[in-house]
């Protein structure tokens, strides 16, 4: 996958989050994948993203910047919602978050 291919596909998924079509996820992410630096499956983070969105229902990805190169890439995103129920640790208090996050994605 060129570089380019590779940053398409990291903005489709961007978008798919976004429009929160966590039942597409099985065209981002493998059946086996890492989860916050473990050994994991598609089903946990799919059901993280359904926690975080059933938390935050106006969640909304923001890619800020992205870099790679081969079958790697880094993405810088900033996150924001407001939070319906505690996610955490933040309280439901009708304010909007902000979240900064640096994500890697390797495709193979």
């Given at each position: 996958?060129?570089?380019?291919?590779l940053?398409?596909?990291?903005?489709?998924?961007?978008?798919?989050?976004?429009?929160?079509?966590?039942?597409?996820m099985?065209?981002?992410?493998?059946?086996?994948?890492?989860l916050?630096?473990?050994?994991?499956t598609?089903g946990?983070v799919i059901?993280?993203?359904n926690?975080?969105?059933?938390?935050?229902?106006?969640f909304h990805?923001?890619?800020r910047?992205?870099?790679?190169?081969?079958?790697?890439?880094?993405?810088r995103?900033?996150?924001?919602?407001?939070?319906a129920?505690?996610?955490?640790?933040?309280?439901?208090?009708?304010?909007l978050?902000r979240?900064?996050?640096?994500?890697?994605?390797?495709?193979?």
């Open positions: 996958m060129s570089d380019t291919d940053r398409e596909f990291y903005l489709r998924y961007i978008g798919a989050l976004n429009a929160h079509e966590i039942y597409r099985d065209e981002f992410i493998n059946d086996e994948t890492t916050n630096g473990e050994p994991g598609r946990q059901a993280v993203l926690g975080d969105i059933d938390a935050v229902p106006d990805w923001e890619p910047e992205i870099a790679g190169g081969g079958d790697r890439l880094a993405a995103l900033t996150n924001t919602g407001t939070p129920k505690q996610w955490l640790g933040v309280a439901p208090t009708g304010r978050v979240d900064r996050r640096v994500r890697h994605l390797s495709r193979s």
